[in-house]
């Protein structure tokens, strides 16, 4: 079967680091995205990660590990506006569909 | 470049009547994906189309519900006689090409919010 798991709730204050987890089981595995998705909105690109390792790109860094099932996106220097959903997605199978795990709401307080 | 479009934003429906959602992809893109977000959960793959095509349809629900990306105009999804259930909001996603890859990333478009009354 296809199963992704990440926290549904994470809370941490402004200026502060977070690390959201992501475990995934799939039947096929192709690369792992991570989306931000403010609330009535489009999900929007952060990272994308297909080898094992570490992706940093500003604020937002991803890690996967393949033989674990496991990634991880870091937001750092943590600002309001970074209060949103953030999605796990594996691409599955050849023709590059995603499958979700069901988000995780991030809360920044000052 | 415009991003990709979807339309209406917002649509309600009563039960039983027809859902009709358009998605125009971005300028290049000739794969088409649908998703289907319930609330307070994932988004749910429905199908992958390219123009005329029609990929992969795992996720469609077997009845009421169908797709189609004609060779001019916009992917449209259509649910027949919708049901309270169908209520969530409806992605689409386009890419340059259907392999996987960074380079084929999915753009999002701003979904269609159907509520079934």
């Known amino acids: 079967g296809q199963n992704i798991d990440q926290p549904t709730e994470m809370t941490a204050t402004e200026g502060a680091i977070v690390q959201i987890n992501c475990t995934y089981q799939t039947s096929g595995f192709n690369g792992l995205f991570w989306y931000q998705q403010h609330a009535g909105e489009a999900p929007t690109f952060l990272s994308y990660?297909?080898?094992?390792g570490l992706e940093e790109k500003g604020r937002f860094s991803s890690f996967l590990s393949r033989s674990k099932g496991y990634s991880y996106l870091l937001l750092k220097e943590l600002q309001m506006k970074d209060s949103a959903s953030y999605l796990c997605a594996v691409v599955s199978g050849g023709y590059n569909k995603l499958i979700f795990g069901a988000g995780t709401r991030l809360a920044v307080h000052p | 470049n415009a991003g990709v479009m979807q339309n209406p934003r917002h649509l309600v429906r009563r039960r039983g009547q027809e859902a009709r959602l358009r998605c125009s992809p971005m300028k290049g893109h000739s794969h088409v994906y649908w998703y289907r977000q319930l609330p307070e959960e994932g988004l749910k793959f429905m199908v992958y189309l390219q123009k005329e095509n029609i990929i992969d349809e795992s996720g469609m629900p077997k009845e009421r519900f169908s797709a189609e990306f004609p060779k001019e105009g916009p992917s449209i999804l259509r649910i027949q006689q919708v049901v309270r259930g169908d209520s969530a909001a409806y992605f689409c996603?386009?890419?340059?090409?259907?392999?996987?890859?960074?380079?084929?990333?999915?753009?999002f478009g701003p979904g269609t919010r159907l509520t079934v009354l």
């Open positions: 990660n297909v080898l094992d």
């Open positions: 996603a386009s890419s340059p090409r259907g392999h996987s890859g960074r380079a084929n990333e999915q753009f």
